[in-house]
């Protein structure tokens, strides 16, 4: 069965998700449906108008830009992207946090007014885009320290070893551990200990640098990945957490009895072959620091 126009027009203007129509100069061309009022405002205000005239400079060049690429190439595209209220012109209130949409963008065999032409569907995905976020959070993070957890470490390691090899920049790791956390386990109880554990990650947070990664490698064990960092650099870093973690531990109103760290710190080097030597290298300064007395950073190599 064949719809009339009348019909066809109707079904367009029923689609629940928005299609604009976008010539390649940015010209909101026209508009079809949208009709989802729980994802979308009515956008056939905009028709007529130009990207460059509804959006903030940076968006409107990105939109410009997928346009150019799908009538360069003349396939669909499908991006992600986000839309706040101050990337709308002239929007005085908007929604504070963005509404994260998908969109598809298939090239149209067809000009409009002399232009190349797409259809834009834009479908609202914030919910789908929240969830990915949260799973991404809790499959990186650590829920006692509030650090990253091993598998993100583990991930991130290699990536830096990667990049080592590539570019030859340096590149460091720390690896520390509480001392006499089993007895303070054991002498004030579990919860006391996930208290200290959690001081030990709150301190990290607030004293590594934005580059560097932190995370809880073990029970009580720790780990600082630190690029562009030589092995003196991060001594000093490493000793600067350790003196931090120390006085936060003292400030707690707790018998006295695990209130510092050991860490061993490694740097990565040329002959490395695997990433996991890294960290072997960075546990031989840990134990040379338990061995020597606790409360100290190592290398492998110090007596
Ligand atoms: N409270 C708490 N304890 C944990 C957790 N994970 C591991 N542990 C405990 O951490 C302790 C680790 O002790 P060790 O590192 O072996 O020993 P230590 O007392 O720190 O001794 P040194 O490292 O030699 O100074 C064990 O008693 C574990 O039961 C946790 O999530 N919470």
């Known amino acids: 069965m064949m719809f009339s126009l009348e019909q066809t027009q109707a ?3 029923a689609l629940p998700d928005p299609a604009f129509i976008l010539t390649r100069s940015g010209k ?18 905009l028709v007529g108008s130009f990207i460059a005239e509804v959006l903030i400079p940076e968006k409107a060049n990105w939109f410009m830009q997928q346009i150019a690429t799908v009538l360069t190439s003349g396939n669909m595209l499908i991006v992600e992207y986000p839309l706040a209220g101050a990337d709308v012109l002239g929007l005085e209130e908007g929604p504070k946090d963005p509404i994260w949409f ?27 885009h929240q969830l990915q976020q949260r799973l991404k959070y809790l499959s990186e993070t650590d829920e006692l320290s509030h650090l990253y957890n ?9 990536r830096q070893f990667s990049l080592f090899h590539r570019h030859h920049t340096p590149c460091s790791l720390l690896v520390f551990d509480l001392d006499f956390f089993k007895q303070l386990n054991d002498a004030c109880g579990h919860p006391i200990g996930d208290a200290v554990i959690e001081i030990v ?46 006085h936060a531990l003292l400030e707690m109103d707790l018998p006295q009895i695990c209130t510092s760290i050991s860490g061993g710190i490694s740097e990565f080097l040329p002959m490395d072959d695997r990433a996991d030597i890294i960290i072997q290298r960075a546990d031989k300064g840990l134990y040379m ?13 110090e007596e």
């Open 201 to 246: 990650g709150r301190v990290c947070i607030q004293t590594i640098r934005e580059d560097d990664l932190a995370a809880r490698y073990g029970g009580d064990e720790f780990a600082v990945l630190m690029p562009q960092t030589t092995l003196h650099q991060a001594w000093c870093l490493a000793d600067r957490l350790r003196r931090k973690i120390q």
């Open 28 to 45: 909101y061309a026209h508009i079809f449906g949208g009709t989802d009022n729980r994802y979308y405002h009515d956008g056939s205000s």
């Open 150 to 158: 091993r598998r993100k470490l583990r991930s991130h390691l290699q």
């Open 11 to 13: 079904i367009l203007a």
């Open 289 to 301: 620091a338990k061995n020597l007395g606790r409360n100290r950073i190592c290398n492998e190599h």
């Open 102 to 128: 998908e969109g598809r963008i298939h090239p149209l065999n067809f000009q409009f007014e002399g232009e190349d032409a797409v259809l834009w569907v834009a479908s609202n995905i914030t919910a789908r």
